[in-house]
């Protein structure tokens, strides 16, 4: 239920559908656009709110739900899936018990309707809901695929480019004194096979080493869809810079300067993965 091809990523453009329900002895929600799952939740219920009105218990699963998805639902309209009819009239009742008034407080703030969705047509929520939490049993499998060494020579047999440093090893002109032939194999020497860890050092002062990146392929939102991390390695305090495809090596450099060293001044060292606009800002731009 969670692999790529089930789970699809959120469009703030369209609206979202909240489908929950309730069972017995557990609640169930899925969080839905366009008929495609961007998340499932489900939750056990207490053995004494196990005995609650399944009305109640009905209304904590659309509680917890938006709650639970609180960042996709606030500020904007929403839809949510029920198959118990009265909560369809949940919002226009004057009167309502305090132990519902509880739930219905939590609400405050939401825009949303509730529509009433028959149990058959509610599958997923229904099951997420009947999971019983004391038949559970997880176990991993892992089977891991080894390379055999036959593989390996056949495939070095056919790399052209490996042959040709072979050749060089053999005739004494390969610039490089750390490879050498072994019956055949290329082999390369000067290695530690008991090395420690080598882990970059740790900074004295706070902002004086920092590491960038950035994450791509967001979906698109209040025009932007990338984030450029800034991280502090000694604090892990970060920085989150919103960017918009395409951008530049100035507009890295401009956000840069303008929400991290204006605060904390100029870096005695910066870590990234090579990223080649990172390396211009690095090398040119600053």
């Not at 109640?56 to 009819?85: C, N, S």
Request: hydrophobic share 40%.
């Amino acid at each position: 239920m969670m692999s790529a091809p089930v789970l699809a990523l959120p469009n703030f453009e369209e609206q979202f559908v909240v489908e929950s329900d309730a069972s017995g002895y557990g609640l169930g929600a899925v969080l839905m656009q366009n008929q495609r799952p961007i998340g499932f939740f489900s939750s056990g219920l207490s053995a004494r709110e196990q005995i609650k009105p399944i009305y109640e218990r009905e209304l904590m699963a659309i509680v917890l739900a938006i709650q639970k998805w609180r960042p996709y639902l606030l500020g904007r309209r929403f839809l949510v899936h029920t198959d118990q009819k009265s909560l369809k009239f949940l919002l226009e009742q004057r009167k309502v018990s305090m132990d519902y008034q509880k739930w219905l407080t939590k609400l405050l703030g939401y825009d949303f309707e509730i529509i009433y969705k028959p149990g058959i047509e509610n599958k997923a929520a229904d099951g997420l809901s009947r999971i019983n939490p004391e038949s559970i049993r997880l176990a991993a499998l892992t089977v891991p695929t080894s390379l055999h060494i036959q593989d390996i020579l056949r495939e070095i047999e056919n790399d052209s480019k490996i042959q040709e440093r072979i050749k060089r090893v053999e005739a004494g002109t390969e610039e490089r004194r750390e490879y050498s032939v072994v019956k055949g194999k290329l082999m390369y020497k000067g290695r530690d096979t008991n090395t420690q860890p080598c882990p970059l050092p740790i900074p004295d002062r706070i902002w004086e080493a920092l590491s960038m990146d950035f994450i791509e392929g967001l979906p698109l939102s209040q025009g932007t869809n990338v984030i450029f991390v800034v991280v502090d390695r000694l604090s892990k305090y970060a920085h989150f810079v919103k960017l918009k495809h395409p951008f530049t090596a100035a507009d890295v450099a401009q956000k840069f300067t303008q929400e991290v060293v204006r605060l904390h001044g100029f870096p005695l060292s910066i870590v990234s993965d090579r990223d080649k606009i990172l390396e211009f800002v690095l090398e040119g731009t600053l």
